[in-house]
Every structure is written in C-alpha cells, then in structure tokens.
C-alpha cells in the first residue's frame, strides 16, 4: 500500500487517539511521518512503533518556537514537508456562563489558536511541496461534529471548531493559487481516551450518557479511530487533487438528520 510514498507529513497531538491511528495509517501507506505531542512518553512510543520512517519531536502547538522547530526538524530529517495534520486539540464541556478569561484562553489556545500557529510555521515548506507534486500538498485539520452545529453546554468548544472549519474555507480560497489544498475532518465523538472528557456533557450517568449518543448515530455504532484516519487518508492522498475547502462529517449520518 503506497498511496503515500515519498510523501513527508507532520501530525500534531499524534501521541493517542485520532492523532496516533493516522501517524499509523499514514506510514502504513508509504509516508515518513514526524509524531508530535506534548506526551514525549506517549509520542516517542508511537513513532518507535512506526519504525525507521517515522521520527519524534516533542511539541506545544500553541508557542510558536515549538511549531518552527517541530517544522524544521522535519525538512531537516526527511527533506521536505508534504502534509500537515493539525490533529491536536482538547475538550472542554460546561455552561457557557461558568466560563472564566483563564479557561476561555485555554480552550481557544488549545483548539484554535495554536492551530493557526502551527499552520503559518508549514506554510512556506507546503508551498515548496505543491511547486513539485501536480496534485499539490495538503494541510487537514482535525475539527468536530461541534464545528458544523451545536449543542448546550459546548459552547465554547463549538466557538473553535466552528473556527477551524472558517479557516479552512478561507484558507483553501487564498492558498488555492499556490495549489495548496485545505481540508477539514469533522468527526463525530470517537472511541478515544477523549471520549471521557465529552460524556459529562451528555448525561451525568455514563451508560445513560453513552446510551443517548449510540441513539443519535443512524449508523448505530461507535466510530472508531481508524474510520477517522481512512477520511484522512483520502483527504490527503493525491486521488483528492481537486478536493480543498471541504468540512467532511464522520459521523454515521448524524448531519443527515
């Protein structure tokens, strides 16, 4: 499988979950992939588990060093930059009105601003990359269901992933003269180590919280990482050249309803 040979992509919170299923996927497809987390214990596993191409580098996508560093680190140990995955991210629940300045600076740090951070360190490398590869290079974001609607008590995780998917669609417009494609997963809650996180915003009761999301799902059953990383996969890969500015649903036809 080589979908993605000779390609260089970085993935950022890579060390678990959604991150560490499409490092995985996408150096099963031919890619040299750079792991970043802020877990160096979790991410070196995940790239030692890879093998020789995949590389770690330890990374806070909200301090721009980090991500200049993170970026270097890549064209220096595999030659270039093809792919950037802006997966990292963090959950937050809880009534809007709760909300003090420091969690509402936490959350848009974590979940938007430090995206924006890590993308403008790519940048000047993923244009280099599209100058070579007709079908172009790519940068993909990990957004939300959350970005494309709603729910109470979310409302501030909804204000960044709504974010994301606005940044993607501005993005894909002025990058698309540099054949730069920008592209926006919007997953469904997954079956992750996140996941625990999300249920209290649900029902206080966790069966009752995980009963009330499996009756939202039309496919009826839980998503798991891998759906999310066979989206990514296309997204990225070059049977998607003329696919940019696209906030694509994993959600077992939730957005149908």
């Known amino acids: 499988m080589s979908r993605l040979a000779g390609k260089v992509v970085l993935v950022t919170g890579a060390g678990s979950g959604l991150g560490r299923a499409v490092a995985e996927r996408f150096a099963a497809e031919g890619a040299k992939v750079v792991v970043t987390d802020l877990n160096a214990e979790r991410g070196g596993a995940v790239a ?15 301090a721009s ?12 140990r595999f030659g270039c930059l093809d792919i950037v995955h802006n997966n990292a991210g ?21 979940n938007l601003f430090g995206v924006m951070q890590m993308t403008r360190a790519a940048l000047p490398h993923l244009r280099e ?3 070579r590869n007709p079908a172009g290079s ?29 940044l993607v669609r501005s993005l894909a417009l002025e990058l698309a003269p540099h054949n730069v494609r920008v592209n926006a997963l919007c997953p469904t809650v997954v079956a992750t180590p996140m996941l625990e996180a999300f249920l209290p915003g649900m029902a206080t009761d966790r069966d009752e919280a995980m009963s009330r999301f499996r009756a939202t799902i039309p496919l009826a059953r839980m998503p798991e990482p891998e759906d999310v990383a066979s989206a990514a996969l296309f997204l990225v890969s070059d049977e998607a ?12 036809g939730q957005m149908a309803m």
Not at 48 to 62: E, N, S, V, W, Y
Not at 65 to 76: G, I, K, Q
Not at 241 to 252: Q, S
């Open 48 to 62: 030692a588990g890879i093998g020789a191409h995949a590389a770690f580098i330890p990374c806070d996508h909200t």
């Open 65 to 76: 060093d980090d991500d200049a560093r993170a970026v270097a680190f890549a064209v220096e």
């Open 90 to 110: 963090g959950p937050f629940t809880g009534p809007f009105e709760a909300i003090d300045d420091a969690t509402l600076d936490r959350v848009l740090r974590t």
């Open 129 to 131: 990359s599209a100058k």
């Open 138 to 166: 790519s940068l993909l974001y990990t957004s939300s269901l959350q970005g494309l609607k709603a729910k109470p008590n979310f409302s501030l995780y909804t204000v960044a992933k709504h974010g994301i998917v606005g």
């Open 241 to 252: 050249r003329m696919i940019t500015g696209v906030a694509l649903p994993v959600d077992g």
